[in-house]
């Protein structure tokens, strides 16, 4: 185990390494200068631009060559120090990103895990159950072939725009202050509703298609048409049916974080909701490099700690794993 943990450990260290430096050098293949914009919005003379924009190509280290940028953006990131935004300087970082956080968490949490059970029970129901599954096979693979952004926009004409339900964009009604008073988490729940929906039901079409899909192909393996010979119960072999169900289901929960991920960004975006996403795009129109590496070092961070808890629980519900590495251990 602890062999296993340490390969695996060891990986998602290469991993971390390769994926912050794409990280890093991506925001510094977009053209232009993100000083000119900065100093075009401060400047109030002419002939300051020149001393403004030397200033703060020093201040950012941006004059520096590449190599060396690249060498504090390590050593600074060992310091937990992520830079000031250009955008809106001279808030750090980090600050911008502790705002954020919590609505991506928010809308990312509760929908992966609920999609992910909801998904697996309404498969797994479905694969004996010729009605259900006559009505969720074709739904799931419209879901799943859904794009996020798409879904959303779309749940935003209907039941924001034509019915008039929901709210259409921010995090929570704008004349409200944001404290911790029922009216305000009243609020935050009614935007909310709209872009966790979208994030819910595309990916709950994907987890309802492979549980159903791997119980057929479980009650149709030969332990299972063994039992049944033996005159085991139908409820006992659909029992083991679903726990080896299971298991592809959890590798397949490792696999979907990034795309997850990348569309609770998007849908964000769409509903103009103040996350991690949304701060992306402000990052994005004002060049500001500091907030774009910040946001995603954020995101790598998130998917290799989910992907490292989800290879530890594989390991402690599968035997088979457990078995194969007290092999290798002797």
């Known amino acids: 185990m602890l062999r296993y943990l340490a390969r695996k450990l060891i990986i998602y260290l290469l991993t971390f390494i390769v994926a912050v430096t794409i990280d890093w050098a991506i925001p510094r293949f977009m053209p232009g200068n993100p000083i000119d914009a900065l100093v075009s919005r401060i400047a109030l003379m002419p002939d300051a631009n020149a001393a403004l924009t030397s200033y703060f190509m020093a201040a950012f280290n941006l004059d520096q060559p590449l190599w060396r940028q690249?060498?504090?953006?390590?050593?600074?990131?060992?310091?937990?120090?992520?830079?000031?935004?250009?955008?809106?300087?001279?808030?750090?970082?980090?600050?911008?990103?502790?705002?954020?956080?919590?609505?991506?968490?928010?809308?990312?949490?509760?929908?992966?895990?609920?999609?992910?059970?909801?998904?697996?029970?309404?498969?797994?129901?479905?694969?004996?159950?010729?009605?259900?599954?006559?009505?969720?096979?074709?739904l799931g693979y419209l879901l799943t072939a859904t794009p996020y952004m798409w879904l959303g926009i779309l749940?935003?004409?209907?039941?924001?725009?034509?019915?008039?339900?929901?709210?259409?964009?921010?995090?929570?009604?704008?004349?409200?202050?944001?404290?911790?008073?029922?009216?305000?988490?009243?609020?935050?729940?009614?935007?909310?509703?709209?872009?966790f929906a979208s994030l819910f039901m595309v990916a709950l079409g994907g987890w309802a298609i492979g549980m159903r899909n791997m119980i057929i192909y479980e009650l149709e393996s030969d332990y299972a048409n063994y039992l049944m010979a033996l005159g085991a119960p139908q409820r006992l072999v659909r029992k083991y049916a679903f726990r080896n169900a299971m298991l592809p289901q959890i590798t397949g929960l490792a696999l979907q974080l990034g795309a997850v991920v990348g569309g609770a960004l998007v849908t964000e975006i769409v509903f103009s909701y103040p996350g991690l996403g949304w701060l992306v795009l402000s990052g994005i129109q004002n060049q500001d490099y500091f907030v774009i590496q910040g946001v995603f070092l954020f995101i790598i961070v998130g998917v290799l700690l989910a992907n490292l808890i989800v290879d530890i629980v594989y390991v402690v519900v599968d035997p088979r794993t457990r078995v194969g590495l007290q092999g290798d251990a002797a």
Do not use: C
Request: net charge positive.
């Open 155 to 195: 749940l935003a004409w209907v039941l924001g725009s034509t019915l008039g339900w929901f709210p259409l964009a921010f995090g929570y009604d704008q004349s409200l202050k944001a404290e911790w008073s029922w009216r305000f988490i009243g609020s935050l729940l009614y935007h909310w509703v709209l872009p």
């Open 70 to 138: 690249y060498l504090n953006f390590w050593s600074a990131l060992f310091h937990g120090d992520l830079g000031r935004s250009i955008m809106l300087f001279p808030t750090p970082v980090t600050t911008l990103i502790g705002r954020a956080l919590p609505y991506t968490l928010g809308l990312l949490l509760p929908s992966i895990l609920l999609s992910w059970y909801v998904g697996n029970m309404v498969g797994a129901l479905a694969a004996r159950r010729k009605l259900l599954d006559n009505s969720v096979l074709p």
